[in-house]
Nanobody, 129 residues
Framework: QLQLVESGGGLVQPGGSLRLSCAGS????????IGWFRQAPGKEREGVSC????????YYVDSVKDRFTISRDNAKNTVYLQMNSLKPADTAVYYC??????????????????????WGQGTQVTVSS
């Protein structure tokens, strides 16, 4: 059974950092685009970042640019989201999702996660003093 498992969430003060992990279970992530989404209470799920086959192909929503970094370690079958300079507005449940790439040159596409992706169960991130 293909599964994605998130970890690394928690409570952090404004300005702090967290690193989220998304691990593949039952399959290898190498040829999968992986994305991070978040959903705050009463709000729609928002695409945050995604990564294609290589670290050179990434996407970030404007609100997290220069603060969040997505990366992958295929040897560990894991994708990371390093979150720095966290703000209360970053508080949400964070989900990772994956879909299989057609070719390794394809950029990641946030819409394809919604249509074709496998999803994890989410991890809570709370930014509060």
């Amino acid at each position: 059974q293909l599964q994605l498992v998130e970890s690394g969430g928690g409570l952090v003060q404004p300005g702090g950092s967290l690193r989220l992990s998304c691990a593949g279970s039952g399959f290898t992530l190498d040829y999968y685009a992986i994305g991070w989404f978040r959903q705050a209470p009463g709000k729609e799920r928002e695409g945050v970042s995604c990564i294609s086959y290589s670290d050179s192909s990434t996407y970030y929503v404007d609100s997290v640019k220069d603060r969040f970094t997505i990366s992958r370690d295929n040897a560990k079958n894991t994708v990371y989201l390093q979150m720095n300079s966290l703000k209360p507005a970053d508080t949400a449940v964070y989900y990772c999702a994956g879909y299989r790439l057609t070719t390794v040159r394809d950029p990641c596409n946030m819409q394809r996660f919604r249509a074709q992706g496998y999803w994890g169960q989410g991890t809570q991130v709370t930014v509060s003093s």
